[in-house]
């Protein structure tokens, strides 16, 4: 069959995927860049300078135009760290460090505060970078780490917390 015969098809596959409700999970939000749904979502602050990076990375993808929306959810997040050597030189110095990083979060229903939380997981992000000689270059590549850590915890709990507006958006609050 030539091209000219499968173009047809290709098209009438592509508009039945999307009469389906089929869209990428991965994609952010709509073409406006905002959801309502996800930007009434309130996220506490967090403790540390990586918990500040992760939480404003959070508000960041929730209302990526900063409009201001009544608060239906509120997030909880809790971050922990811990830096490993994993890779030894003869003499016994690090040559190679990872950051593990664990978020537990917490969304609950803020217009019903007894009732239990409405979502909550827990994500991992692990990064590695090298211990040089030069102190400076070693913080630096460490900081490099953590970030990228947090980037890819909140990039998990953003797209599970889109998931689950998803899932519910046709629910009204408190059901």
Same mark, same amino acid.
């Given at each position: 069959m030539?091209?000219h =015969? ?18 990428p999970?991965?994609?952010r939000h ?15 602050? +967090?403790? *540390?300078r !990586?918990?500040?990076l992760?939480?404003?990375?959070l ?6 135009? %900063? ?13 922990s760290? !811990?830096?490993?050597d +994993? ?6 110095t690090?040559? =190679?460090? !990872? +950051? ?10 803020a ?9 909550? %997981?827990t994500?991992h ?8 000689? *030069? ?15 947090? !980037?890819d +915890? %909140?990039?998990?709990?953003?797209? =599970? ?11 009204p609050?408190?059901?």
């Open positions: 030539s091209w =015969r499968r173009a047809p098809l290709l098209g009438a596959a592509l508009l039945l995927l999307g009469g389906c409700g089929f869209h999970l991965y994609a709509s073409q406006s860049g905002y959801d309502a749904e996800l930007a009434s979502i309130k996220v506490n602050t +967090i403790a *540390d !990586q918990g500040q992760l939480a404003i990375a508000r960041d993808g929730l209302n990526p135009r %900063g409009t201001r929306v009544g608060t239906r959810y509120t997030l909880d997040v809790e971050l760290s !811990q830096r490993h +994993i890779g030894l030189r003869p003499d016994g690090a040559s =190679r460090s !990872q +950051i593990t990083m664990t978020a537990k979060f917490v969304l609950k229903d217009k019903n505060t007894e009732k239990p939380a409405v979502l909550q %997981g994500t992000s692990v990064s590695s970078f090298d211990v040089l000689s *030069d102190n400076y270059a070693t913080v630096v590549a460490e900081h490099t780490a953590e970030e990228r850590t947090v !980037q +915890i %909140g990039d998990d709990i953003l797209t =599970r917390l889109e998931l689950f507006v998803n899932a519910h958006r046709a629910a609050a408190g059901t």
